[in-house]
């Protein structure tokens, strides 16, 4: 059973910053990448960053690129998001993610390249 628990979430302030941290179980995380998505309300859930299953290849949506980071440790079974300089535009519910597929190298980030999903973790950011 694959489980995927997601926390570091809160309520900051703009220019902030929140780490979140993925605690991964019930697989061979290491020959998995990892994926962050988020969902704001009335909004689609896209992917944010991802890491491939090596921790060699990062991959970042414009809209946070070089505010945010991902890293995976392997020993841990844990992914972490690094969010800074925070704006109220990054409110949402974060999420986590495997890849379906192990070893996977390719640069697809929908939804449905991804298998498992943590609940969800709040990020509200004030002006």
């Known amino acids: 059973q694959v489980q995927l628990v997601e926390s570091g979430g809160g309520s900051v302030q703009a220019g902030g910053s929140l780490r979140l941290t993925c605690a991964a179980s019930?697989?061979?995380?290491?020959?998995?990448?990892m994926g962050w998505f988020r969902q704001a309300p009335g909004k689609a859930r896209d992917c944010v960053a991802a890491?491939?299953?090596?921790?060699?290849?990062?991959y970042f949506a414009d809209s946070v690129k070089g505010r945010f980071t991902i890293s995976k440790d392997n020993a841990k079974n844990t992914v972490y998001l690094q969010m800074n300089s925070l704006k109220p535009e990054d409110t949402a519910v974060y999420y986590c993610a495997t890849r379906r597929e192990r070893f996977y190298s390719g640069n697809r980030y929908g939804e449905n390249d991804f298998g498992y999903w943590g609940q969800g973790t709040q990020v509200t950011v004030s002006s």
């Open positions: 019930g697989r061979t995380f290491s020959v998995y990448g």
């Open positions: 890491i491939s299953w090596s921790g060699t290849t990062t």
